[in-house]
């Protein structure tokens, strides 16, 4: 594994689309604010966002971009912030430290704190972040970066509030409503292992991509009885899902049938892609279980698997997500062109 998580706020705007990418969401629609480089960025609410398990991991590294507009002293209540966790309990957090003439970023080990940035971030301007966390009860250590310069690092500590090693959650955990004021955008999240995208990964934008036209095979059913397969799986990001009754769905009981679609321009990735992380909406139309692929589709027309089969297993629809770190024709790092020319899409495998 390398990367794991990423969220730019794009493509995933409503509730309920987050609610189903997310393993926890509790807030209402996001309070949507300026990018930090285009579209939007998610103002902070009292809210809790959680990823599924990532897996059980010794070091993992984030990255997110921050924008302050000015002091917030309802920051400084303690006990909320960014955090890595094990099984839903607290290892380590990271919270903001709001003065009167800028801010600094605090590392605590539940009420424990281990550092507080010795310099200090200006407000009304964006930041990007990034923290490592090798997470041990006794030889953990961690650094924080701040536009790509380190600003606070240490080693030999206790990173494990749980008493057990590792951590495998990434979470946003707030309690005060700042959402016209703070603003988070570009996150990602990764490990040090597998040779590629195993560490800091600099300042990263996050771009959303929807479906924009049906691609080279078109197997599964059209529910909605009109239009094409791409219109039923483009909902705008601020939209309900087509289900709730905007449109319709995509649906298939036929193992071996595809759906492939073209998908938007990735317009504002300039530079190395760092990985792709690939997000299909699914659930059952009657109780049981299906097994389906994610596909993706070369430009050079080379149709291959990504590697990883999900069970579907229940009516709740819900977001089943997969982060490929390297092109899977061919194990190549990614280009520009493969995700412009390229279709991503989805397989009835049993």
Do not use: C
Not at 219 to 224: G, M
Not at 257 to 275: C, E, K, S
């Amino acid at each position: 594994m390398a990367g794991l998580w990423m969220e730019g706020f794009e493509v995933h705007q409503a509730s309920t689309q987050l609610a189903r990418k997310w393993a926890t969401w509790t807030a209402a629609n996001t309070a949507a604010g300026a990018g930090r480089v285009f579209g939007t960025s998610y103002g902070i609410l009292s809210a809790v966002a959680v990823t599924p398990s990532l897996g059980l991991k010794d070091t993992l590294v984030f990255g997110f971009g921050l924008r302050i507009a000015s002091q917030q002293t309802a920051l400084n209540s303690g006990a909320q912030g960014l955090y890595l966790e094990r099984g839903g309990t607290e290892q380590v957090h990271i919270e903001f430290v709001n003065n009167s003439g800028s801010f600094e970023i605090r590392l605590l080990r539940g009420a424990t704190t281990l550092a507080t940035t010795s310099s200090a971030f200006a407000y009304g301007v964006w930041h990007y972040f990034e923290v490592k966390v090798n997470v041990h009860t006794s030889t953990g250590s961690y650094e924080i970066r701040q536009n790509e310069s380190t600003v606070s690092s240490g080693s030999g500590l206790n990173t494990a509030n749980s008493g057990s090693n590792q951590a495998d959650i990434f979470a946003m955990r707030f309690t005060s409503n700042v959402s016209t004021t703070v603003l988070i955008d570009d996150i990602y999240v990764l490990d040090t292992t597998g040779g590629v995208n195993d560490d800091f990964r600099g300042d990263s934008i996050v771009q959303g991509l929807l479906p924009s036209s049906n691609g080279s095979t078109i197997q599964w059913t059209n529910d909605a009885g009109a239009g094409s397969n791409f219109e039923n799986v483009d909902d705008a990001a601020n939209a309900a899902p087509d289900e709730a009754g905007a449109g319709g769905t995509n649906s298939s009981d036929t193992n071996g049938q595809i759906d492939l679609y073209n998908m938007q321009d990735a317009t504002q990735v300039q530079g190395a892609v760092h990985f792709v992380q690939l997000g299909v909406q699914l659930g059952m139309s009657a109780a049981g279980s299906r097994n389906v692929k994610t596909k993706y589709r070369d430009p050079d027309t080379t149709v291959v698997d990504t590697g990883v089969t999900h069970n579907v297993n229940t009516t709740v629809f819900d977001e089943f997500t997969q982060v490929l770190d390297t092109n899977p024709n061919g194990s190549i790092p990614w280009d520009v062109s493969d995700i412009d020319g390229g279709q991503f899409g989805v397989e009835v495998t049993a």
